[in-house]
């Protein structure tokens, strides 16, 4: 016996010099982990750059964790700014059972090695930039599995049903996925979450057995088809299906009241028809509900008034006409009503919607309203964001409007209203974005505007507006932080809602630098709403890369009969990134304190500024699109402007006083002659002559050296008078042009319907 006891001991022994042998594995395996994403990414490191060498146990280093046996069976690198491919040996860490390297830019192919991780129950990669096939069949261990927003390619069922035994739940949204899906889960009996989106499935939406799970998500694949009525039978624990964006037609099951648990159903954007089901109603805990863009009978169910929980509601583009449905009045829990881009002309009043008393959301925008904005408006006070464009809305803005003090999201635009902005406006402070472009309004702008200390995004395009820039006008937007920390606090304005994502294109000038980025960031419904949200939130969306860190605000006053001088204070719109005055009648010099700001893109075109172009305006490091084309700017263009290594747009055009020789060396030397057009005292040097060195404090120098003869004299008197003369004609017609753009914006807008 005691023999057996000394083996016994010794056998346990063994084991306990097994695992620190194996512990010290793992440590060697960290190390080389944090030698290898060091060597790949030299700054921007994440927190396994805090690593010790001297720290005994791994157990102890930020983002890992130990088993019992103090091995390391968790390890979370996820937003660790890890850039390049994937590390090779996470194998040797025989005990790892979790692995998180989400929210990174990870490039390549799935590494090899991963496949022999086969302990691994939690696997997320979500985020990267992963691509290739995607084989994870080894992988039988999994219970989450976690791929999407990567660039992973080819049929998804070459995993199944390999890895379906523990599997619980899937996320490959926002692939390159293809296969049919139909039976593809069918033997997952642990199943409970899946997330297919923004794919390349084919074959029918959903599978016998899909009630088992609690959330099934298909948008935006390939998916055709009709729904059986079999396919939501009594028992169905579904609480969220979304299958929106495909080919799916037919009427859609009633047998979705099977579904009690379901709280939110997103239809939008099929070819479902006939009634809505009155079944619905019966789902007491539904929350929200999104059947835009389908062709659902104009009458809306009774039944709906029984959904007490219901927040948001969405049923726009379904070619619905007339009056607004009064039943939508009497779903007095709704936060989020969107109607957008039906043929409604009538009801607003009359249907009770002005009345829901929680309402936050309300986007009516793209129908046929017309007479007056409803007074009633005012007495919305939940009211965060309310959405009016492209109507036929007339008369003035009601001045009572500033008593919506909640109100964040103000979009007017593309209507008939006249008459001035009223000063009102001016009680907004929780304002973010005012849009009331494309109408008629004219006076001047508001002084008051100034107070609304959290506005961004202003866009007054094509209007009648005149008067001065107040100097009070600079103070907007210079303390958007309040607004922010409310949204952070409590997201409610700006949750859920797919049609939103419409609303938000519109508001957003793809145009320019920068916000092109975030255009092409939002062409999902999924990056629209989160890019959204952080905008809104007072986030960061730009890369790392990019010169701004602060809010992309913008203002746009293009196309109006603004005159007068640019005020001095304009130093102050710190947050301010796109500032277009261009189609005015802004004259005197422009101010230098204006190289204060932080601009992308500034357009002061078709105005009458004069004197020289300050040197300071190359001291905007951040500036990508420079048009200061058809003014009346003089003296030598500053050499600071060489200077501006971002700058890839420039047009001086049609300044006819502009004089001197345009540099060969800096920026302004990848420009050719297109940007200075109608510009005759310019002059270029040959590509063989060296760069002097100009001094743009003096004047031009232009005349002093060689006297031009009386025909070159002649020359350029004709053309400064036509280009002088061409420049008034311009701006006479630009009332007329901005009118025509008006409309043309109004027609296209209305065909993308």
Known sequence: MAAFHHILGAFFQALIIAEVILGQSDR??????????????????????????????????????????????YLDLSSSSIAGPSFGNFSRLNRLTHLDLSANSITGQLHPDLKHCRGLQYLNLSSNLIGGALDVSTLTNLRILDLSQNRFQGDIRTNFPSICRNLSVIAVSSNNLTGRISGLFSGCSKLSDVDLSWNQFTGKAVWKGVERLTRFTATANNLTGVIPSSTFPK???????????????????????????????????????GSIPPGIGSIAGLEELGLSSNQFHHKIPLELMNCTNLKNLEISRNTFGGEVQQVL?????????????????????????????????????FNKFSGKLPNEIASMTSIESLVLANNNFSGKIPPSYGRLLRLQALDLSYNNLSGEIPPEIGNLASLLLLM???????????????????????????????????????????????????????????????????????????????????????????NCLTMWNRLLMGYDILPVSSPLRTALGYVQLSGNLLSGEIPSTISAMKNISLLLLDGNRLSGHLPSEISSM?????????????????????????????????????????????????????????????SGEVPNTGQLSTFNEQSF???????????????????????????????????????????????????????????????YHVALRKITNFRNL
């Open 329 to 365: 009045g009497k779903i007095t829990s709704l936060k989020s009503l969107v109607l957008q881009g039906n043929n409604y002309s009538g009801g607003i009043v009359s249907s009770g919607i002005l009345q829901l008393p929680n309402l936050i959301y309300l986007d009516l925008s």
């Open 677 to 739: 057009l109608g510009d005759p005292l310019l002059s270029f040097h040959s590509p063989a002559a060296p760069s002097p060195h100009s001094n743009d404090n003096q004047p031009s120098t232009y005349g002093t050296e060689k006297h031009p003869t009386n025909e070159e004299i002649t020359v350029l008197v004709v053309t400064f008078l036509v280009c002088f003369s061409a420049t008034f004609v311009i701006r006479e017609l630009q009332s007329f042009v901005y009118l």
């Open 28 to 73: 060697e395996v960290l190390r080389e982990l944090k030698s290898f994403l060091q060597a790949q990414n030299p700054i921007n490191r994440g927190a396994y750059d805090t690593w010790s060498e001297a720290e005994v146990s791994p157990c102890r280093l930020q983002g890992v964790g130990c088993d019992a046996a103090g091995r390391v069976s």
């Open 436 to 526: 009331l472009a494309g109408n008629q309004l004219s006076g001047e702008i508001p002084r008051e505007i100034g107070n609304c200390t959290s506005l961004l995004w202003l866009n007054l395009v094509g209007n009648q507006i005149s008067g001065k820039i107040p100097p009070e006008m600079t103070n907007m937007g210079r303390n958007p932080g309040p607004t922010f920390a409310k949204n952070r606090r409590n997201p409610s304005l700006i949750k859920s809602a797919t049609s939103k994502c419409f609303a938000v294109y519109r508001w957003v000038p793809a145009s320019y630098p920068e916000f092109d980025f975030v255009e092409s960031m939002m062409m999902s419904q999924k």
């Open 598 to 658: 932080q601009l992308v893109a500034l357009n002061l075109s078709n105005n009458s500024f004069s004197g020289q172009i300050p040197f300071t305006v190359g001291h905007l490091n951040s500036l990508e699109s420079l048009d200061l084309s058809w003014n009346n700017f003089s003296g030598a263009l500053p050499s600071s402007l060489g200077e501006l290594s971002k700058l890839s747009t420039l047009n001086v055009s049609y300044n006819p006083l502009l």
């Open 235 to 273: 028992g169905c624990k579904l609480q969220s299906l979304d299958i929106s964006s495909n080919q799916l037609s037919g009427s859609f099951p009633n047998s979705i009241a099977n579904c009690t648990s379901l709280k939110t159903l997103s239809l939008w954007n099929n070819s479902f028809g």
